[in-house]
């Protein structure tokens, strides 16, 4: 006979938040903010509304260096430098070790979302964009807003705490992922910490302790009541191997290819010519495909259909599953909503907004604004 899992003790939930609390009030011993990517920054008021452009959204950047007599992270690093001034992204990068093992990115990310919560709502950066120090920046004319909801989808992604890559069914990766300013994503990373903690994973070493803190998150944002709060996207929005193959991706890995760095730093201009990525098109429809997936999710599951329960669940499930599978064909996506809308007897203009079919379509090639 097994006894079931206990639920997570309050005594280390608590311990958590009291951590992320004191490192509020050290965090200038811990954390340097660099600014010089996006001097004289003063961020004023901006309200959801009709006018809202997605590039209005604010956004900081995270990483972690704590070596840094390493010339090669140190370089990866100087490379964002000409982005953070185009966009006026500030750039915290965490200096020393908060503790040993699987929490430092997850404790890190949190402390600073408690950090911009202290402070008045139209002082807030709105998103947390971490990325690991072996991820180098390939693509500089590239937003991070084309990775978020856009801004006139506010309500059908309201619920959403966390933007990130995942392929294959695999865990959430933790090497580059976004993080609403917001209570929920507190929630999200507390919940996820006590659980690497009671399995004591956190003693493993890097590489392990970064796979039990995605597994940990991951196993949290699958839960029924959380399943809501991530979107997932394909790898190769992130990472398809720009200076190795050409192409003109937004991030690369350094492992394997520490050389790429020395060619770049050498190479100043080296996205002036290369298109966005992912392409406008592709961002539309992955977007367009997204919200209409979830509008007519929320109205199968006002009519008691849920991948629990109700006589669709199966094809309930089947759109749930597709939508957490990270992948970036909107057309795959789309054939099984749009089986859930005919047995749910939706015509294309039941749901508000049925933007897979016109509402974007004539813009799919204007990309982001």
Same mark, same amino acid.
């Given at each position: 006979m097994t006894c079931p899992r206990p639920p997570v003790s309050r005594s280390i939930l608590a311990l958590i938040l009291g951590l992320c609390m004191l490192l509020s009030y050290t965090y200038p011993s811990l954390v340097s903010t660099l600014t010089s990517g996006?001097?004289?920054?003063?961020?004023?008021?901006?309200? +959801?509304?009709a006018t809202r452009q997605?590039?209005?959204i604010r956004i900081a950047k995270a990483t972690i260096h704590y070596d840094r007599s390493n010339a090669l992270y140190s370089q990866a690093l100087a490379l964002h430098e000409g982005h953070n001034k185009q966009f006026g992204y500030e750039m915290h990068v965490l200096r020393r070790r908060i503790v040993r093992g699987a929490l430092n990115r997850l404790l890190f990310v949190q402390q600073l979302i408690i950090t911009e919560l202290q402070k008045r709502e139209e002082e807030r950066v709105e998103w947390i964009m971490y990325f690991d120090p072996d991820v180098v920046l390939w693509n500089e004319r590239i937003p991070l807003q084309v990775y978020l909801p856009p801004v006139e989808d506010v309500e059908t992604f309201k619920t959403v705490e966390i933007v990130g890559m995942r392929f294959g069914g695999r865990a959430l990766r933790l090497n580059v992922f976004l993080m609403r300013v917001s209570a929920g994503s507190v929630e999200l990373l507390t919940l996820a910490?006590?659980?690497v903690l009671e399995s004591k994973s956190d003693r493993d070493g890097d590489d392990a302790a970064v796979d039990a803190a995605a597994i940990a998150l991951q196993a949290i944002l699958d839960q029924d009541q959380h399943r809501d709060k991530a979107v997932y996207q394909s790898?190769? +929005?992130?990472?398809?191997?720009?200076p190795l193959t050409g192409e003109s991706g937004?991030?690369?890995h350094m492992k394997g290819a520490l050389g790429i760095i020395h060619h770049m730093a050498k190479k100043p201009e080296r996205s002036k010519d290369r298109s966005p990525f992912p392409r406008p098109d592709e961002w539309h429809m992955f977007w367009s495909s997204h919200t209409e997936a979830r509008k007519v999710l929320g109205e199968a599951k006002d009519r008691g259909h849920t991948a629990e329960m109700g006589e669709l669940k199966e094809l309930v499930r089947d759109v749930r599953l597709w939508l957490a599978s990270g992948t970036s064909?909107?057309?795959?996506l789309m054939w099984r909503v749009e089986a859930l809308k /005919?047995?749910? /007897?939706?015509?294309?203009?039941?749901? /508000?907004?049925?933007v897979w079919y016109e509402t974007r379509r004539d813009a799919s090639n204007e990309g982001p604004k």
């Open positions: 996006a001097h004289n920054l003063t961020l004023t008021p901006a309200p +959801w509304n997605q590039n209005d910490m006590a659980r790898p190769w +929005w992130y990472d398809n191997q720009g937004f991030l690369s064909d909107a057309k795959e /005919e047995r749910l /007897e939706i015509d294309t203009g039941d749901v /508000e907004q049925d």
